[in-house]
């Protein structure tokens, strides 16, 4: 599984609502008129890395995203399908930006780092001209295609995965793992859930569960997909454990 997504605490230790954030992107974000975005560390056309800011501090989304290569490449904007193109690796969500130490940039306030794209001109193009409309659903798109490993923040997080098999991993706090139940939602790992803290997203009426793995893990089972619950006694789960 090469694709992963990172999830960041705020200042105030809050955690983050990944579906919930890409929803309020493709709502909200506005990068205004005259503005068109910036290639850093290269030329006014290239770069190895874009940046494109929010321009309307009155919403509730006001991130912008930035986009890196793959190492030794770089982005260039093609005036014949006025797209991006390159090989895209990378994308962060927020608004501040920084240079690093080797010149490189950075979101230092970013709520979700996506590495492992692996995507190349016209798929880069497609996902990059979405985005810059203040659409995220063909980067959603190469997520369910794909699958993903989704890592949690420190704080309270409310992690949703794709139509992929997805590995989910709350890394503390009292987290929510959120399953779309509408259409297939993939074989799904919880790798750290932890009975009475976390929750799962899902209808207890709708699953069966039962014992996986010589008793190591707990297997739940809906028409639409599995979770399995690693290092999780499946005597453990009851009701309580979703909403």
Do not use: C, R
């Amino acid at each position: 599984m090469a694709i992963s997504i990172d999830l960041n605490a705020d200042g105030s230790g809050n955690g983050v609502d990944l579906q919930g954030l890409l929803a309020d992107f493709d709502a909200n974000f506005s990068k205004g008129s005259f503005n068109w975005g910036q290639f850093l560390n290269g030329g006014f056309f290239d770069g190895p890395q874009y940046y494109l800011s929010d321009e309307d501090s009155s919403s509730s989304y006001t991130d912008g995203f930035l986009a890196t290569t793959g190492s030794g490449d770089e982005f260039s904007y093609d005036i014949g399908t006025h797209q991006i193109v390159g090989n895209l690796d990378a994308l962060s969500f927020g608004e501040t930006l920084v240079q690093d130490g080797n010149g490189d940039y950075y979101l230092s306030d970013s709520a979700a780092d996506i590495s492992g794209l692996n995507l190349s001109n016209a798929d880069t193009g497609t996902v990059l001209t979405a985005l810059y409309s203040g659409d995220s659903s063909e980067l959603q798109s190469v997520f369910a295609s794909q699958g993903v490993a989704i890592n949690g923040s420190t704080g309270n997080d409310t992690i949703g995965g794709w139509a992929g098999d997805d590995v989910l991993t709350g890394n503390g706090g009292a987290d929510t793992f959120e399953f779309d139940t509408s259409g297939n939602f993939g074989d799904d790992t919880v790798t750290d859930f932890t009975d009475g803290t976390d929750l799962l997203d899902i209808d207890f009426n709708s699953v069966t569960v039962a014992s996986a793995n010589g008793g190591a893990d707990t297997l739940i089972t809906h028409a639409n997909g599995t979770i399995t619950l690693t290092g999780v006694d499946f005597n453990d789960i009851d009701a309580t454990d979703f909403v």
